[in-house]
């Protein structure tokens, strides 16, 4: 399952349906997934065949009633209360990515924590979003633990580049980048050096911090490996298995370019 921004093509050979997503809902492209009040977005599943845009009455004719961003933690809510793991299909592996669209320079959620706070306007829709994301994140994780699956569910928080200046939306303002130099685009550390939260409880011990160097394609070959299947041979990623569980050393890059 997919839920939020694919962004790596809006044209039917490369959408998440052709690429080995069975359950998609979000915004194929860029410009789509900017709009946080946006009509529409794009709903498929390969097995009914459904690959359609689905309209939203909500946000019709401007009217701002659904916080997308808030959807995608909804949307994942629902496919991992769908596929939770029972007596049928116990043994049958879930995967779900949940790309939440945020925090850029678009129209915040109505509802914010910090509305009275003195800060500029835009570091105050910055902050509402991220509380949103925060939120949203929570509720999946009640979710695992409702429907008993968060023992043995990995969990990977990570983004996909550092902090930007948007607009009039500067990141300086929360020290986003703490000390590092540079913002996403940039190849200093500032640009691509973000966070990886993984929580894997029946695995991984809580509170551990590594500085072993890893990148976005060493989360393909520890996710299969875990589940117990052999990673392709033709991958750059190594897993990073024996690094979270304290079996072991994790096998060091060469190089990162």
Same mark, same amino acid.
């Given at each position: 399952?997919?839920?939020?921004? %694919?962004?790596? $093509?809006?044209?039917?050979?490369?959408?998440?349906?052709?690429? &080995?997503?069975?359950? #998609?809902?979000?915004?194929?492209?860029?410009?789509?997934?900017?709009?946080?009040?946006?009509?529409?977005?794009? /709903?498929?599943?390969?097995?009914?065949?459904?690959? /359609?845009?689905? !309209?939203?009455?909500?946000?019709?004719?401007?009217?701002?009633?659904?916080?997308?961003?808030?959807?995608? &933690?909804?949307?994942?809510?629902?496919?991992? !209360? @769908? +596929?939770?793991?029972?007596?049928?299909?116990? #043994?049958?592996?879930?995967?779900?990515?949940?790309?939440? =669209?945020?925090? +850029?320079?678009?129209?915040? =959620?109505?509802?914010?924590?910090?509305?009275?706070?003195?800060?500029?306007?835009?570091? /105050?829709? /910055?902050?509402?979003? @991220?509380?949103?994301?925060?939120?949203?994140?929570? +509720?999946?994780?009640?979710?695992?633990?409702?429907?008993?699956?968060?023992?043995?569910?990995?969990?990977?928080?990570?983004?996909?580049?550092?902090?930007?200046?948007?607009?009039?939306?500067?990141?300086?303002? #929360?020290?986003?980048?703490? =000390?590092?130099?540079?913002?996403?685009?940039?190849?200093?550390? $500032?640009?691509?050096?973000?966070?990886?939260?993984?929580? %894997?409880?029946?695995? @991984?011990?809580? &509170?551990?911090?590594?500085?072993?160097?890893?990148?976005?394609?060493?989360?393909?070959?520890?996710?299969?490996?875990?589940?117990?299947?052999?990673? =392709?041979?033709?991958?750059? &990623?190594?897993?990073? @298995?024996?690094?979270?569980? $304290?079996?072991?050393?994790?096998?060091?890059?060469?190089?990162?370019?």
């Amino acid at each position: 399952g997919l839920m939020g921004e %694919w962004n790596l $093509g809006d044209t039917a050979p490369v959408e998440p349906n052709t690429k &080995g997503f069975e359950e #998609f809902a979000g915004f194929l492209s860029q410009n789509h997934a900017r709009d946080y009040f946006s009509e529409s977005l794009y /709903r498929q599943d390969t097995r009914s065949g459904s690959n /359609r845009l689905v !309209t939203l009455p909500d946000n019709w004719k401007s009217a701002q009633g659904l916080y997308l961003p808030d959807l995608v &933690g909804t949307a994942g809510d629902n496919y991992l !209360t @769908i +596929h939770v793991q029972d007596r049928l299909n116990h #043994f049958t592996p879930v995967f779900l990515c949940l790309a939440y =669209p945020v925090p +850029h320079n678009s129209t915040p =959620p109505h509802e914010s924590p910090y509305a009275n706070e003195s800060w500029p306007q835009p570091a /105050r829709d /910055r902050a509402a979003m @991220i509380a949103h994301l925060d939120t949203s994140i929570g +509720h999946v994780l009640e979710t695992l633990a409702i429907m008993k699956m968060e023992t043995n569910t990995i969990v990977i928080f990570t983004s996909i580049g550092g902090a930007q200046q948007e607009g009039a939306m500067d990141p300086k303002f #929360f020290g986003s980048s703490g =000390p590092l130099r540079g913002e996403a685009g940039s190849v200093y550390e $500032g640009g691509i050096r973000v966070p990886m939260i993984v929580r %894997w409880p029946a695995q @991984i011990k809580p &509170g551990q911090v590594t500085d072993v160097p890893s990148a976005a394609w060493d989360i393909l070959p520890p996710l299969v490996e875990a589940a117990f299947m052999k990673p =392709p041979q033709k991958t750059d &990623g190594i897993s990073l @298995i024996p690094l979270l569980t $304290g079996k072991g050393k994790a096998k060091a890059h060469e190089s990162f370019y």
